[in-house]
Nanobody
Framework: QVQLVESGGGLVQPGGSLRLSCAIS????????MAWYRQAPGKGRELVAA???????NYSDSVKGRFTISRDNTNNTAALQMNSLKPEDTAVYYC????????????????WGQGTQVTVSS
């Protein structure tokens, strides 16, 4: 069973920084895309940033230039460095990964972490 565990959330003042981490555990052959989503109260879940296995990144317009997604293919981890945080960044942040399972036939599974709260407030 594939599990994703996030860490690094918390309370920060506007303009501050936080770093989120995500670790994948379980039997997998390969990790394809890794991504961070967020869900603010009363809103739907939105894609914040994604990185594929070649290191190509994509960001939502709302975080471009402030957030940086990275990954470590050796350890199957991902991180989201968040700078210049704004109150509107307040949300639960979720890690998501598309992984190839060692099954016959091969299967792709999309796993989610449990979420970590980020609150930006003075």
């Amino acid at each position: 069973q594939v599990q994703l565990v996030e860490s690094g959330g918390g309370l920060v003042q506007p303009g501050g920084s936080l770093r989120l981490s995500c670790a994948i555990s379980g039997k997998i052959l390969r990790v394809n895309v890794m991504a961070w989503y967020r869900q603010a109260p009363g809103k739907g879940r939105e894609l914040v940033a994604a990185v594929n296995s070649d290191g190509i990144t994509n960001y939502s317009d709302s975080v471009k230039g402030r957030f940086t997604i990275s990954r470590d293919n050796t350890n199957n981890t991902a991180a989201l460095q968040m700078n210049s945080l704004k109150p509107e960044d307040t949300a639960v942040y979720y890690c998501n990964a598309g992984v190839i399972l060692p099954t016959a036939p091969l299967k792709i599974s999309y796993a989610w972490g449990q979420g970590t709260q980020v609150t930006v407030s003075s």
